[in-house]
């Protein structure tokens, strides 16, 4: 990590690695530079808005619409949501582009594919992130 800082990616931070885990010597799991980018991308979709109490704007709208019917609508507003709030709350990066299509096999399941670059070490990166829609069949 010290050798990446004076390479001058110590601006990507580093942080408690998310989710919550321990290392084979019982510390913290930490993550660093563009991994750390990725799981604050992550923490940013997974969030929803209101449930941080001093910041009820940040997070993602995407489980306001977990109960939304399977339709081109549902995905404009996916991807509306997601390109949001990442370009709100990711500074480091630049997002190049949000798709989000229908799991064949699997239509209650969209994949949100996030291509981003990070803007100090003009790195590119692809995020897929499941998102599950509960139709509310049993």
């Given at each position: 990590?010290?050798?990446?800082?004076?390479?001058?990616?110590?601006?990507?931070?580093?942080?408690?690695?998310f989710p919550l885990g321990l290392?084979?010597?019982?510390?913290?799991?930490?993550?660093?530079?563009?991994?750390?980018?990725?799981?604050?991308?992550?923490?940013?979709?997974?969030?929803?808005?209101?449930?941080?109490?001093?910041?009820?704007?940040?997070?993602?709208?995407?489980?306001?619409?977990?109960?939304?019917?399977?339709?081109?609508a549902t995905l404009a507003l996916?991807?509306?949501?997601?390109?949001?709030?990442?370009?709100?709350?990711?500074?480091?990066?630049?997002?190049?582009?949000?798709?989000?299509?229908?799991?064949?096999?699997?239509?209650?399941?969209?994949?949100?594919?996030?291509?981003?670059?990070?803007?100090?070490?003009?790195?590119?990166?692809?995020?897929?992130?499941?998102?599950?829609?509960?139709?509310?069949?049993?």
């Amino acid at each position: 990590m010290a050798n990446e800082i004076e390479k001058g990616k110590g601006f990507l931070g580093a942080g408690i690695a998310f989710p919550l885990g321990l290392t084979e010597a019982d510390h913290l799991r930490m993550n660093s530079l563009e991994d750390h980018v990725r799981q604050s991308i992550q923490l940013i979709l997974e969030t929803a808005k209101g449930e941080r109490v001093m910041r009820p704007d940040f997070g993602s709208g995407l489980r306001d619409l977990v109960f939304s019917p399977v339709s081109s609508a549902t995905l404009a507003l996916v991807r509306h949501e997601v390109q949001d709030a990442v370009i709100r709350f990711e500074p480091r990066i630049d997002v190049l582009g949000v798709t989000v299509s229908i799991t064949p096999d699997r239509p209650e399941r969209l994949n949100i594919e996030l291509k981003y670059r990070v803007r100090e070490t003009d790195t590119l990166f692809n995020l897929v992130y499941p998102f599950y829609l509960d139709r509310g069949e049993t």
